[in-house]
């Protein structure tokens, strides 16, 4: 059974800062991994997708790595400003238990960026 | 790029009713549709998989006649609430996984269910 983790729950930083977002999964058999952000009472916006065969995306200051063999991703986020501040999703996609691809997420980091 | 509208933002019902939600894709066609459900300060929960012109494919624990799921066309799938309770207040949110490009998947903008 696949279980995605992100670490921490919670991360709370200076203006100006950067800073790393970790996500960990227990089955390396995934199509892609997707990193999204959502904000209170909204939905999901996609911020990166990586492939399986890819290693890492970038888009402005956001870089995010996959290491498909140890089942981590982490999602670097440079010069950090307040509206950064969100839940960030990490989510893997596959096929695991039955014939259906699905899509699995992991518990998100809550992010706030101090002024 | 791939959009899917999701309606109604929010409603607000009285227990014992039905409430329908709507997913559109609006630029590509979604032969496949993913419905979760978020509670306060949680992930999201794959409620189930409707695929369009077959049954829906449910998630262990999920009631099937208490969510009832309707694909019937490639652009449209929705999801009905059966006699709505209190603890069915949640945040539902339906996804499509996008064909063209990078294959990544894309999710409507969520529903906030409030049962009184």
């Known amino acids: 059974k696949q279980e995605v983790t992100q670490i921490p729950a919670a991360l709370s930083v200076p203006e100006g800062e950067n800073l790393v977002l970790n996500c960990s999964f227990t089955?390396?058999?995934?199509?892609?991994l997707q990193w999204f952000r959502q904000d209170p009472g909204k939905g999901l916006t996609s911020l990166l997708l990586?492939?399986?065969?890819?290693r890492e995306q970038t888009s402005g200051r956001l870089n995010a790595s996959l290491d498909k063999s140890s089942g981590r991703s982490t999602l670097y986020i440079a010069a950090s400003q307040p509206g950064d501040s969100a839940t960030y999703l990490c989510?893997?996609?596959?096929?695991?238990?039955?014939?259906?691809?699905?899509?699995?997420f992991g518990s998100g980091t809550r992010l706030s960026i101090r002024p | 790029g791939a959009v899917v509208s999701q309606h109604p933002s929010r409603v607000i019902c009285k227990s014992g009713t039905s409430v329908k939600i709507e997913c559109r894709s609006l630029d590509f066609q979604a032969t496949t549709m993913f419905w979760y459900r978020q509670f306060p300060k949680q992930s999201l929960m794959l409620m189930a998989t409707s695929n369009e012109g077959s049954k829906a494919t449910y998630e262990q624990g999920v009631e099937k006649d208490k969510f009832l799921i309707n694909h019937a066309s490639l652009t449209l799938s929705t999801l009905t609430v059966t006699s709505a309770h209190p603890e069915d207040s949640s945040f539902y949110i339906c996804?499509?996984?996008?064909?063209?490009?990078?294959?990544?998947?894309?999710f409507g903008s969520g529903t906030r269910l409030t049962v009184v």
């Open positions: 089955d390396s058999a995934i199509y892609n």
């Open positions: 996804s499509a996984r996008v064909l063209s490009g990078n294959y990544g998947y894309t």
């Open positions: 990586i492939q399986s065969s890819q």
């Open positions: 989510a893997v996609s596959g096929v695991w238990d039955s014939s259906a691809s699905k899509i699995i």
